[in-house]
């Protein structure tokens, strides 16, 4: 519960209108979706865990709805259905509330945030992965954050191709998953004394995880299964043209972030800001999402916090 | 600079020995005052003395970069940070203890459970279906089962003593619990060079104390 007044509230506006006239720059159109939907929605949207996250109710026929935990679901089901027959690449942006419950003692536990977001749905490979993260770069430059700035880059299929290399079952899979997610140097060569010889080695020393091209290239003396090394390739040719585009400086690849493999299919992306304690955005690639919706086709989008910039906004603004 | 948050007590005095082994001092002006918050002699670091329980909760929040703690803090906050190192300091466990320790298997009933450890014990109980009944304590847990306030403690063991003195036994372990280096999410990416520097100083120093 928080309120805006005055000159933080006009700042508030700016950094939402900077944010979305990029969007439109870049041909998205914008979108408002509902509110209230129904709980089912969310569910097929966002996978279970994170949807029982949202604030749920009934109406009076007893039917399960939520305040939107997100809007990539709507968006989503809203491409597969609505839009079914208009051509593609279907690019959409949005700034909207969204609505989580969160334990009260984590440093993210708002109830309500604004994303300013965007979905590309549609297309494929690299140049649509490249071209949200340079819409990302254009925003915070035009918020006049690019001296502090890092965006995160991984590719899910890396940790995929491993974990399905070891065969594991769904529990070990998961401790697997925290202790790289967490960066438990310890526990994990303890977890993977066991799988000396698999591909897992690549995950050995989790703080040398992150970092530049590398990072890739330790990760490929061990890594040999075709679906992690496909997916290093990706991310390799993604890393490339990032230098090409002058913007290697604000990014860094990391292979241990693994915090949301049900959800993203490929690349996934968390951005950092110089004032903010938590990662003030996140997005990547949900090949998988339409398909709930009846209509598989790829997608790749974003979510800024709109709060959080604020804050870190409007903190800068009182120290200058 | 970076700033580091240090639980308070026993985790402080070994934190310490072990960021100076590391190459990261404190002098003793600074270190026998009583100011909550200091700066290293490089002026590299600034160090924040903490209730353990804060600790997650600076770290989190990004106002510390880095912290050090015990696991079993960590266990309880359920905070969402990194853990890479295990430091091997302030060794202890997280147990079950009780006046009669054949109470779990004889006692059908609601058990009830004193505990500083909350979360913890309700998460090492509901795990295997025991039915308890939680008491929040904030100290002298000990205390609990000899007054009749509850039947087991979950509580940490160092030596063991001070279970032994007040008629208890364990029954047994949830876990080990060591001081644990945590780091923030973001400043391990906005400061990762620093953040890098004070992992590798202090890997080295741990494996420099066991060959000595």
């Known amino acids: 519960m928080r309120y805006y007044i005055g000159a933080e509230a006009r700042l508030r506006r700016t950094i939402e209108d900077t944010a979305m006239s990029v969007f439109t720059a870049w041909s998205y159109e914008e979108v408002i979706t509902p509110s209230v939907d129904y709980y089912d929605l969310f569910e097929q949207g966002m996978g279970q865990k994170e949807a029982q996250r949202g604030f749920r109710f009934t109406d009076n026929d007893g ?3 939520a305040l939107r935990p997100d809007v990539t679901s709507s ?13 593609r690449p279907l690019r959409f942006c949005y700034a909207a509330p969204v609505f989580r419950q969160q334990p009260q003692s984590h440093a993210e536990w708002r109830r309500e945030n604004t994303q300013l977001g965007c979905e590309l749905i549609g297309v494929n490979g690299h140049d649509a992965d490249l071209e949200v993260l340079r819409l990302a770069t254009e925003i915070l430059a035009r918020l006049e954050l690019q001296a502090g700035y890092c965006i995160t880059i991984n590719n899910v299929e890396i940790f995929n191709g491993v974990a399905a290399q070891l065969n594991l079952p769904p529990a070990a899979r998961e401790q697997l998953r925290r202790l790289i997610d967490t960066r438990e140097t310890a526990e994990l060569q303890r977890f993977l004394a066991t799988y000396t010889d698999s591909d897992a080695r690549a995950f050995l ?17 061990v890594i040999t299964n075709n679906r992690s090394v496909a997916a290093l390739d990706s991310l390799e040719k993604l890393w490339d043209a990032i230098e090409s585009l002058g913007l290697a400086e604000h990014f860094e690849i990391d292979l241990s972030d693994v915090s949301s493999l049900d959800y993203y299919t490929g690349l996934s992306l968390r951005v950092f800001v110089r004032g903010a304690g938590t ?31 604020t804050e870190v906004l409007a903190r800068r603004n009182v120290n200058a | ?92 466990r997280i147990v079950v203890a009780a006046v009669d320790a054949e109470i779990m298997t004889r006692s059908l009933g609601m058990l009830r459970v004193a505990t500083k450890y909350s979360q913890i014990a309700g998460a090492h109980f509901g ?11 904030s100290g002298s847990v000990e205390l609990a089962p000899a007054l009749g306030l ?60 066991q060959e000595a």
């Open chain 2, 127 to 137: 795990a295997r279906g025991i039915p308890v009944e939680i008491i929040q304590l």
């Open chain 2, 150 to 209: 509850a039947d087991l403690i979950v509580d940490l063991v160092e030596t063991g003593r001070t279970l032994r003195e007040n008629g208890l036994t364990v029954v047994e372990e949830i876990a080990e619990s060591t001081g644990r280096l945590v780091v923030n999410r973001a400043s391990y990416q906005l400061k990762a060079e620093a953040v890098t520097e004070l992992v590798q100083a202090l890997e080295a120093a741990m494996n420099g104390g």
């Open chain 1, 205 to 221: 020393h989790p703080t040398q995880l992150t970092g530049t091209r590398e990072v890739i290239r330790a990760a490929r003396n």
């Open chain 1, 279 to 309: 990662s003030i955005g996140r997005g990547g690639r949900y090949d998988g999402l339409t398909g709930n919706f009846g209509r598989a086709e790829p997608a790749v989008g974003f979510v800024l916090n709109l709060d959080a910039l």
């Open chain 1, 75 to 87: 968006v989503a089901r809203m491409a597969a259905t609505l839009l079914a027959e208009r051509s």
């Open chain 1, 63 to 65: 039917r399960l709805l």
């Open chain 2, 1 to 92: 600079m970076i700033t580091i948050a240090i639980a308070k007590g026993r985790m402080q005095d070994e934190a310490l020995a072990l960021l100076a082994r590391a190459g990261v001092r404190l002098d003793e002006d600074a270190r026998n005052s009583r100011r909550l918050a200091i700066t290293d002699a490089s002026g590299k670091y600034r160090f924040i003395f903490v209730k353990p329980a804060d600790v997650p909760v600076y770290v989190e929040h990004g106002i510390a970069d880095c912290g050090v703690v015990g696991r079993d803090v960590l266990l309880e906050s359920q905070a969402d940070l990194l853990l890479p190192l295990d430091l091997q300091i302030a060794r202890c």
